[in-house]
């Protein structure tokens, strides 16, 4: 190979390797997103859950989310 052909390849495996380091950077970060909209949901979920058991409890006949809006 020439001095030229070894500096390019060089170059190429350098920045294959920070690409592939950016890649596995995002992962990590879509990894742990993931993670915390799953905890947002069962926590909204939870929310939602005793919001609409405190309305039944106050004579409510069904949850305010579950009924339809007065221009429908």
Do not use: F
Request: glycine share 2%; proline share 4%.
């Amino acid at each position: 190979m020439t001095d030229d052909t070894q500096t390019s390849m060089n170059a190429l495996e350098e920045r294959i390797a920070h690409l592939s380091r950016a890649n596995d950077d995002l992962s990590d970060i879509v990894a742990e997103q993931q993670d915390r909209i799953a905890r947002i949901e069962a926590r909204l979920e939870m929310v939602m859950r005793r919001e609409a058991e405190r309305e039944m409890s106050e004579g409510g006949t069904a949850p305010i989310a579950d009924q339809r809006p007065p221009h429908w």
